[in-house]
């Protein structure tokens, strides 16, 4: 299965173990709780689901790397303690809570969450000396003498013996008392991920051209190389932080991440003329309804790779426009939910003066609540932090009348809706001059299938046209042939191209 099945799985697998029955107890047993083995390659967004999961669920999460454990954090440090059997005093071995359980309690006590998800990285490739220990942690969901509480899932994950030679196998024993999954690599489910993580843009677009270099492990006499689903993240990371402090970014820096020395310089090779792209066809000009008459002609004798470029340099410029609507909706909309609950209790108040205060105190401290349990995303996050801020800013003189109070909280307000609408407005006109702009250049080929495409997966293109129709977008995604034939239709464009070319 794909990683996002996987998600899927564990999801559902842990609403069903915290499932409780009339009297509040869980439906299944702790003992029917088969801990969950994730078996796939390295980098590919186990962890990452993992933290999904506990979001979407509001519960906690442990996460560890098992590898980066001995036996006594694992287990506990032993200690004597004397007991008596039948009037004589023996002295017995007991443990120290094991580093791995206290971190559980230590999550239920910080974040006030009771249910929530143990996960253990890397759990096949453990020491010798640690392995017993994780043979008895999968089988009785105990470290040393020390039980996982209840209410906590066991999710374990490991990599298979070709990507790690220190891999140890589970016996039957073993096996039989989990739930084994295998997960594999899968380049159209990350494109998903990757959208919402706003990974940067050449390297999707790359990805589209060469979507081989996705995942790629090849071991030759001078070693393994290799290219995974984390490296393409972290380097995206990066590239952004490089381009606005203008340093560059060539192969050696690539081969950092892209621990392949083919793939490493291919990436190296199309991020400058990505860049080059960018410049030559001015993209913000399109995006702005002024196409230079000139760009018609280089398209013409454009390649696929240049072409299919300029399609994605289009839809990242348009990105950027819905993911700045989405942050506005997401601040106007809370900031409605804080007026209203505000217009709600300052007639009622005996002291209305201070009450807007107390509301946004009571809003802040419901932030960081959530923030420290880990419910918000990281933009979602900014977002909330952003929201604060222009309350603070737009906090109203509590010597004033009720109603001047209101009217004041209300005009600041306004401002932030008259704000969303002349974005929203800006989105939908640069959207129109894309389609204007894909009409003319490719004459409803089939790059008008990529395009449309890559708007149905956007998660923030999809909100903003759920409330902005466009007319152009349902027509061309009713009527093109998106999703599973995409693959096909871009192996025949390069395909057409390449003979157009000779």
Request: aromatic content about 10%.
């Amino acid at each position: 299965m794909n990683i996002k099945q996987a998600k899927e799985e564990v999801k559902n697998t842990v609403r069903a173990y915290l499932s409780k029955d009339k009297d509040g107890q869980y439906r299944i047993p702790a003992i029917r709780q088969r801990p969950m083995l994730l078996m796939g390659p390295p980098g590919i967004g186990k962890t990452q689901i993992m933290e999904q999961i506990a979001r979407e669920l509001k519960i906690g999460l442990t996460s560890y790397t098992i590898t980066h454990h001995t036996r006594q954090s694992a287990v506990g440090l032993p200690f004597i303690k004397g007991e008596e059997f039948d009037g004589q005093i023996y002295s017995v071995t007991e443990y120290t809570m094991s580093e791995i359980i206290a971190s559980i309690y230590r999550n239920i006590r910080d974040k006030g969450l009771k249910e929530g998800i143990l996960f253990i990285d890397e759990i096949n490739c453990v020491s010798e000396t640690l392995a017993p220990t994780m043979l008895q942690f999968l089988q009785c969901k105990t470290f040393g003498n020390q039980a996982v509480p209840a209410g906590w899932v066991i999710v374990a994950a490991g990599n298979p013996p070709e990507y790690n030679r220190s891999v140890r196998d589970f016996d039957m024993v073993t096996l039989d008392r989990v739930r084994y999954l295998t997960v594999d690599a899968n380049l159209a489910v990350w494109r998903e991920y990757a959208n919402r993580q706003k990974v940067h843009p050449a390297i999707l677009s790359y990805l589209e051209l060469k979507p081989d270099n996705f995942y790629r492990v090849e071991a030759d006499v001078d070693g393994i190389q290799f290219v995974t689903a984390r490296g393409w993240e972290d380097l995206s990371s990066l590239l952004y932080v490089y381009e606005d402090l203008k340093i560059s970014v060539g192969k050696e820096v690539m081969r950092e991440f892209l621990q392949h020395e083919e793939v490493a310089g291919d990436m190296a090779a199309y991020y400058d003329l990505y860049n080059k792209y960018r410049k030559d066809y001015g993209v913000s000009d399109i995006l702005a309804g002024r196409v230079n008459p000139e760009v018609y002609q280089k398209i013409e004798a454009a390649a696929v790779d240049e072409r299919l470029s300029l399609v994605n340099l289009l839809l990242e410029g348009l990105k950027q426009s819905f993911a700045q609507a989405a942050e506005e909706k997401y601040i106007t909309d809370h900031w409605y939910e804080h007026i209203r609950e505000y217009h709600h209790y300052l007639g009622r108040s005996d002291h209305p003066g201070s009450l807007y205060q107390e509301l946004l105190q009571k809003w802040e401290k419901s932030f960081f609540i959530r923030r420290n349990s880990g419910f918000y995303t990281r933009e979602e996050e900014a977002w909330q932090r952003t929201l604060l801020g222009l309350m603070l800013e737009n906090e109203p003189d509590a010597g004033k009348p009720v109603q001047v109070i209101f009217d004041e909280t209300k005009k600041s307000f306004e401002t932030q809706c008259a704000k969303l609408e002349q974005i929203e407005q800006n989105t939908a006109q640069s959207l129109a001059y894309a389609f204007d702009f894909m009409e003319a250049a490719f004459e409803k080929g089939q790059e008008m299938v990529v395009f449309v495409t890559e708007l149905t997966v956007c998660e923030d293109a999809v909100k903003f046209l759920a409330e902005h129709e466009c007319a152009r977008y349902a027509d061309y995604r009713d009527n093109l042939l998106v999703g599973v034939r995409k693959a096909k239709l871009l192996a025949e464009l390069k395909q057409g191209l390449s003979k157009k070319q000779k």
